[in-house]
């Protein structure tokens, strides 16, 4: 899909990326691998960290920022992920920033879709789809069935050990898609609705380094 003390503490050490420790309000604050701070529209809450393993191969951390009804039904998110090779994987981020999207100093992997969550979720509890769902649910959200997401994704270091996403993410259960499916059986977005869902992104995050 196109996300005992000790063992917690160990865990949280093979993170990425070197987070500052205490950034103020609704900035995503990274020092290295990527140098990145994203200040988030103030309109959305900041959750704490979620962190996890995927798999046997990385382990990210994702810094959820919502914006929900009176029902505390989501209606926005934006999602930042950091993700890093976990110490003796030989797997390694490969891809290029095609379809390109400058986005700050760098230029990213940019795509806009459709899907549904609640599917993905039940597919595999506990990859980024099932692990998000579920701690939201838990922070006391109702998360929508489908969203409309814009995404922007790089390669964050030479080597390949690491990259970032971004994610805004917008309900669509009251206006469900209805154009036609891609190989991961997402929905395609229409230019003119791509377009607007990737402008409400770009106010929604804004860039202040790297």
């Known amino acids: 899909m196109k996300s005992s003390r000790l063992a917690f503490a160990l865990l949280a050490a093979c993170l990425v990326p070197d987070l500052a420790v205490a950034a103020p309000a609704n900035l995503v604050a990274s020092k290295q691998d990527p140098a990145l701070t994203l200040r988030i529209d103030p309109r959305l809450k900041g959750l704490?960290?979620?962190?996890?393993?995927?798999?046997d191969v990385t382990?990210?951390?994702?810094?959820?920022?919502?914006?929900?009804?009176?029902?505390?039904?989501?209606?926005?998110?934006?999602?930042?992920?950091?993700?890093k090779v976990r110490p003796g994987s030989?797997?390694?981020f490969v891809y290029p920033s095609k379809p390109p999207r400058r986005f700050g100093a760098e230029t990213?992997?940019?795509?806009?879709?459709?899907?549904?969550?609640?599917k993905a979720a039940a597919g595999d509890r506990v990859k980024e789809a099932g692990r998000t769902r579920?701690?939201?649910?838990?922070?006391?959200y109702r998360p929508?069935?489908?969203?409309?997401v814009a995404r922007l994704a790089r390669v964050s270091d030479p080597k390949g050990l690491s990259e970032v996403i971004v994610f805004y993410v917008e309900n669509a259960d009251a206006r469900p898609p209805t154009g036609a499916q891609d190989e991961d059986g997402d929905?395609?977005?229409?230019?003119?609705?791509?377009?607007?869902?990737?402008?409400r992104m770009e106010a929604?995050?804004?860039v202040v380094k790297g």
């Open 48 to 55: 704490r960290p979620l962190r996890f393993p995927i798999a």
């Open 59 to 83: 382990n990210a951390e994702r810094r959820i920022f919502v914006a929900a009804d009176r029902n505390r039904t989501i209606e926005r998110m934006v999602i930042v992920q950091f993700e």
């Open 134 to 140: 579920a701690f939201l649910e838990k922070a006391g």
């Open 187 to 199: 929905w395609i977005l229409g230019p003119e609705e791509a377009a607007a869902l990737t402008a």
């Open 108 to 118: 990213y992997r940019f795509g806009t879709f459709a899907y549904d969550d609640a």
């Open 144 to 148: 929508a069935q489908l969203y409309r």
């Open 90 to 92: 030989d797997f390694r």
């Open 204 to 206: 929604a995050v804004t």
